[in-house]
């Protein structure tokens, strides 16, 4: 082939490379992979139309860069970049892995470009990425559909539909997986494995055992196919686990959002501009702590936390065009009262908490939504730090929350090649994690905008390129 | 469905676009949905002509049916479209009417056998059927004064119509104010639709016919386009060389006429064969169906033109032209009495649309986002 793809051999022997998931990690590996091997299997549990995993709903990747590059305004440097993470992980950052991630980052918009992925000009409506984060034209589902079709050109075979129920392991060498295939189960055996099959965030059971009954209140942003039973199979087999069981992230979503695979439409901007109250009828937290790209992430686990996991932001007609448009009506009343019954609100509770929010706002006019403009509450606990004006202009608005959930940082310990480490403290030789799975090993918690899509890539084509080395010994 | 449902289905997958906006760079479609918080019946009319349904969201949706957002704005945005046509043209009735194939199989039939009539009656069976050459040997089948008189009295009707429907549109789409457009905005949508710049899906083209992204829609359409110029270009000439100049056609084969007409007929041949065979191939998903039936009536009426022109022109010496010069005439008047219904008023609405985005467009980018 002229890309230098060796030619594919008849079926029947080993696969060279098994990669196990359908998302951008898992095909970064499988195409790095097939750029020396013959035979590469790629096991998508997801039909054709949902395949992809979280991916299918993503936009845009973090990369490192030097200035001039078209599709990337201004110079983001390595340093910089790093600052970013430990700024939203808290130092719960593992700096080795970070620093070669944000290295490899530089490569990755070439590399992705070879394979075929197609970028989107920074628009008016990307303004504040811009600088950081390549867009691709269409997003994420352009990005996956784009990966199986080279995949399909550059002869890896794919599976769909295939769930993979068991590892079989030789010691601590993978040798072969048990798949499902609707009623058909069959083994397939490999000289090598990548898992990249995200992590137990559509699970509700697993997520209950950290945050109890909460959990059904919970809505899963993406794929209802990241249940994490390969997660769960990789530590049976006696894989390290790293991140926080309970590590999440979650942003607030419309209450009315489905349960599953809701995506970027459902989520709400509207907090910065309103005040949030609970079930109760209370303030609980600061609504204008921040700008809101570095706030919005926070809002899932607030409101996890409060009782019934359901909050309502409440704006005025002066607000209600400040951010994007909401997918689901917001409620509407002439009277802050009326707001009270449609949402199920103690109404005296509702009235006294607007109202003490007024008199601690009383006179704020000053008001700029791009900046903090220091516009804030007075003797008012919590405060409202930023965007604070009385909520006095009919008709009101009402929207309601629940945590979205988007993905999970728990997953299997990898080592500097991507190979997953054993809770021994020593490395499966063939057996790999990328992506999602293994994302808590450089990032323990906090969310930094396309950055997941920035390790899939990397350990996607790490994990990729070490299988394949493997597979040729 | 009726007008109304449309509407508010086209509002409700508008809504999840403007949450979503994962499309932007694709087209003009998404960055003007930008512009609105809400979606009045003329915003979205004017988005429905503003789409070229290059179909490069559908497959790149996440909310596409299966998914219970169930978006196909492609298909949505197609039937608006389609019922726009309508709604412009005047009498409505009669675009219902003529939109379909079989209606418009009748016309073209019925167009061939009123030239057909004229020209017996004219100039009687034996004529029409035997061999003529040297000047004005068309006219012997068919008088001038009778192929210009009801060639002018359509053609008045026709753009006579599209005025009408085009103003009626341009006030109803917009979203503010009536000002007139500024020579700047017509002059950039005049090139956007020169060079089909949204008919490119961004970059690497349109999936189309199915979920490749590809060329193919592209360069069909540009065949077609620029040998319809070439095919108006030739007969504007013929007309100056004959009504200005006193040359009498047929003019020799490498005369501007002759040169220009077969140019422009092969081009739009291919083009609209290209276009036949890549539509018959195209994914049904983010289609309309009662879209698809205008479209083929649009371009087999024009391949036909086009293809009985060039037939007209290589069988001009042969007792054969007569009948072809009929069918000829026949079909370009079927072209001409169905253009203020069919698909061929896309060229008004789109080009309308076009002006607007350019016009707010500019205006968005003077005062900063909405």
Redesign the interface.
Same mark, same amino acid.
């Given at each position: 082939m002229r890309d230098g793809t060796p030619a594919r051999p008849a079926s029947g022997d080993p696969y060279d490379v098994i990669v196990i998931g359908g998302g951008n990690a898992a095909l970064s590996a499988a195409l790095a992979a097939r750029r020396t091997v013959r035979r590469v299997l790629v096991l998508e549990r997801a039909p054709v139309h949902m395949r992809g995993g979280n991916s299918r709903h993503t936009r845009n990747v973090r990369c490192a860069h030097d200035p001039g590059d078209t599709y990337l305004s201004g110079e983001y440097g390595e340093d910089e970049f790093l600052e970013d993470l430990q700024k939203v992980g808290g130092g719960r950052v593992n700096v080795e892995l970070a620093r070669f991630t944000i290295r490899q980052s530089k490569h990755l918009p070439a590399w992705m470009s070879t394979h075929g992925v197609r970028w989107q000009q920074a628009l008016r409506g990307t303004l504040s990425l811009a600088r950081t984060n390549r867009f691709f034209l269409g997003g994420g589902k352009a990005l996956v559909n784009t990966y199986y079709d080279t995949a399909e050109r550059r002869g890896i075979d794919v599976r769909y539909e295939s769930a993979v129920e068991d590892l079989v392991l030789a010691g601590k060498r993978f040798a072969a997986v048990v798949v499902r295939c609707g009623e058909a189960r069959t083994v397939i055996r490999g000289r090598a494995a990548v898992v990249a099959a995200g992590g137990f965030e559509a699970n509700l059971g697993w997520l209950k055992r950290y945050w109890g009954d909460a959990a059904d209140n919970f809505a899963v942003r993406g794929t209802p196919y990241n249940d994490g039973a390969v997660l769960a199979c990789l530590f049976d087999k006696g894989a390290m686990s790293i991140g926080d069981p309970k590590g999440f992230h979650a942003v607030a979503v419309d209450a009315r959002a489905p349960k599953y695979d809701g995506g970027i439409a459902t989520r709400l901007d509207a907090i910065p501009f309103g005040i949030v109250v609970n079930r109760d009828g209370l303030r609980f937290s600061d609504e204008g702590e921040d700008l809101w790209p570095k706030r919005y992430a926070t809002w899932g686990g607030r409101i996890a936390e409060q009782p019934g996991q359901i909050a309502y932001c409440i704006v005025d007609a002066k607000t209600i065009r400040c951010f994007l448009p909401p997918l689901y009506r917001p409620v509407q009343a002439t009277a802050i009262a009326d707001l009270a019954a449609p949402l199920g609100l103690d109404q005296a509770v509702l009235v006294g908490t607007v109202e003490a929010f007024n008199r601690a706002t009383a006179g704020n006019t000053a008001f700029r939504p791009d900046v903090l403009d220091g516009t804030c509450t007075r003797g008012l606990q919590p405060p409202k730090s930023n965007w604070a004006r009385p909520i006095d202009r009919p008709p009101f608005y009402a929207l309601p929350l629940r945590p979205g959930i988007t993905f999970t940082y728990m997953g299997v310990a990898v080592d500097e090649r991507a190979r997953i480490v054993g809770r021994d403290g020593e490395p499966f030789p063939n057996l790999y994690a990328a992506g999602e799975i293994m994302s808590g090993n450089i990032l323990e918690r906090g969310y930094l905008a396309g950055f997941g899509m920035t390790i899939g890539g990397v350990f996607g084509r790490l994990a990729g390129e070490g299988a394949a080395a493997d597979a040729r010994v | 469905m009726p007008a109304s449902d449309l509407f508010q289905e086209a509002e409700r997958q508008l809504?999840?676009c403007?949450?979503?906006?994962?499309? =932007? /760079?694709?087209c003009a479609v998404f960055?003007a949905m =930008?512009l609105r918080? !809400?979606f009045t019946g003329g915003d979205i009319t004017y988005l429905a002509n503003l789409c070229h349904d290059c179909r490069?969201?559908y497959? %790149?949706?996440?909310? !596409?049916p #299966?998914? *219970?957002?169930a978006v196909n704005v492609p298909q949505i945005l197609s039937e608006v479209r389609q019922e726009s046509y309508g709604r412009y043209s005047w009498p409505a009735s009669l675009s219902r009417l003529v939109t379909s194939v079989p209606m418009t199989a009748a016309v073209v039939v019925a167009a061939v056998a009123v030239v057909v009539a004229v020209a017996s009656l004219l100039a009687g069976p034996g004529r029409v059927l035997s061999a003529h050459v040297g000047p004005g040997a068309f006219y012997q089948i068919v008088p001038y004064w009778a192929m210009v008189a009801p060639g002018v009295a359509v053609c008045c009707y026709w753009v006579g119509v599209w005025i009408a429907g085009g103003t009626r549109f341009w006030r109803d789409t917009a979203a503010t104010g009536r000002a007139p457009a500024p020579v700047g905005a017509v002059a950039g949508a005049v090139w956007e639709a020169l060079v089909l710049r949204w008919l490119r899906g /961004? /970059? #690497?083209g349109c999936p189309y016919p199915r *979920?490749?992204a590809s060329y193919a829609r592209i360069v069909w359409h540009m065949l077609v386009f620029y040998g319809f110029g070439a095919a108006v270009a030739s007969t504007t000439i013929a007309f100056i060389e004959q009504d200005l100049l006193d040359r009498m056609p047929p003019y020799p084969l490498l005369s501007a006429p002759v040169v220009l007409g077969t140019l422009g007929g092969l081009a739009m041949i291919a083009g609209t064969c290209g276009m036949l065979v890549t539509k018959a191939q195209s994914d049904r998903a983010p289609a309309s169906g009662p879209t698809l039936g205008m479209d083929y009536a649009f371009v087999v009426l024009l391949g036909l033109a086009s293809l009985t022109g060039m037939l007209t022109l290589v069988l001009r010496e042969t007792a054969a032209m007569g009948i072809v010069l009929m069918i000829h005439l026949g079909v370009v008047a079927a072209l001409f009495v169905t253009a203020p219904y069919g698909k061929f008023i896309h060229l008004v609405y789109r080009f309308l649309a076009l002006v607007r985005n350019q016009v707010e467009q500019r205006e %968005?980018d003077h005062h900063g986002?909405a």
């Open positions: - | 809504i999840v403007n949450a979503c906006r994962y499309c =932007e /760079g694709y960055p =930008e918080q !809400a490069s969201c497959y %790149a949706c996440m909310y !596409a #299966p998914h *219970e957002f /961004g /970059g #690497p *979920e490749h %968005a986002p």
